[in-house]
């Protein structure tokens, strides 16, 4: 639980890049589940977790947005290479 707090008083949800609130993230599911915490403190893991949910999110489909207008509106299924 320590983490998530130390790094909620470190950067807005806004000044996340998604691979940092997604991080931030899976630290407060881990804190939830592995932790006994008072109600008030899971309160607030919870609705921080619910912002980042948000903001994930919205981040995700503006890149999609982005791919979509940078492939001609048609999204293009990705093929992984096999060895």
Known sequence: MAKASAKKTEKTIEELTYEEALTEL???VGALEDEQNPLEEAMKLFERGQALVTYCGALLESAQLKV?????EMLIPFEEESE
């Open 68 to 72: 979509q207008k940078l492939s001609g």
């Open 26 to 28: 899976e630290g407060i």
